[in-house]
């Protein structure tokens, strides 16, 4: 992967790439742009987190029985608020909210996309200063244009997603982003307040050094999974330590570097909860797809997670995403 030195800003881009579309309505370049915008917002925040009272936890609990912290609750308003106000957004479906939100205007209605996410992905770890991140994925509606939108807009399998991206907030802040052409790495640059392409045509290594896993829970996954840990450890100790375990805690940070480096991300299920624990809209699905366009692979262990029919807003799912000839050889045992 080359770096690009040229100074190219999301918004030049997108319309770049639009220009090879004489019928593109503009809407989805809208959709970057307005998801670039609350990130900023949302990066002012993160980086005084430490100065303000928007550590620790909301003191509420979410859809998902987590914790709710402040700083996810910022980032949902900040997200939602942009896109109700923007042109190009039906209705969003997030993490935090039990419900789809529908923006039932003429402006809203007439909107061709909806926008699921997870605004804040990692937020176990803003207390501790670690990277965190935002994910999002675009549908086309399936519904009536000129009507709010329907959940059915929201219940699509991960294969009908338009694009999808994640706002990494970290040493830099970055946003990636893929379509059907490709995927596309923008960094903040915090002089001028743009983000500038700095990784075009991001391809995932075919293989990598890096498997990511939660190792504390070794002895509740399937056998098939503590078989393929093992055989990194031992690819680890007998050959010299090609293979490096690395785990981050905030999956948009650990699939990103795999992304970049090479690598295998898993989260499997576990004896008590076989499901899993991710998020198949939210998060299984954008990253999925994003590590697919890039040469990538992902399954929940027993389908390509893309070809899953969600059933439910907050669907859980397991996740094994990376390289292509790391996930062949996981296929083996699992």
Do not use: W
Request: one cysteine or more; hydrophobic letters at 35%; a neutral charge.
């Amino acid at each position: 992967m080359n770096i690009n030195r040229k100074v190219q800003t999301l918004d030049e881009f997108t319309i770049q790439q639009m220009r090879d579309f004489p019928a593109a309505t503009g809407q989805l370049a809208s959709l970057f742009r307005d998801m670039g915008l609350a990130a900023k917002r949302v990066n002012v925040e993160v980086n005084k987190a430490g100065l303000v009272d928007i550590l620790g936890d909301a003191g509420s609990v979410n859809v998902q029985g987590e914790d709710v912290k402040k700083l996810d609750v910022y980032a949902n308003n900040q997200f939602i608020g942009v896109l109700r106000h923007g042109i190009s957004c039906a209705g969003v479906g997030s993490e935090e909210n039990d419900d789809i939100v529908v923006f039932d205007d003429e402006i809203s209605n007439k909107s061709k996309y909806v926008l699921l996410m997870d605004p804040l992905d990692g937020s176990g770890n803003i207390d501790v200063n670690v990277s965190i991140g935002t994910i999002f994925s675009i549908y086309k509606r399936v519904s009536e244009l000129g009507k709010p939108c329907t959940i059915d807009d929201f219940l699509q399998p991960g294969n009908k997603q338009v694009a999808a991206g994640y706002i990494i907030y970290g040493s830099s802040t970055m946003l990636v982003y893929a379509t059907s052409r490709g995927v596309n790495g923008f960094t903040l640059d915090q002089a001028i307040g743009e983000y500038t392409l700095s990784h075009p045509d991001i391809r995932c290594p075919d293989s990598g050094k890096i498997y990511s896993v939660n190792h504390g829970n070794f002895f509740r996954y399937m056998e098939g999974v503590r078989k393929y840990i093992n055989i990194c450890q031992q690819k680890q100790k007998s050959e010299g330590g090609p293979y490096t375990q690395r785990y981050i805690g905030s999956m948009v940070a650990d699939v990103h570097r795999n992304l970049i480096k090479g690598g295998i991300f898993m989260y499997p299920g576990t004896i008590d909860k076989p499901k899993g624990k991710l998020r198949l809209l939210y998060e299984c699905n954008p990253l999925a797809f994003i590590v697919e366009v890039a040469g990538g692979k992902a399954t929940n262990g027993q389908q390509r997670i893309l070809d899953v029919k969600p059933t439910e807003l907050h669907q859980r799912s397991p996740l094994f995403i990376g390289s292509s000839s790391m996930m062949k050889e996981l296929e083996t045992y699992i």
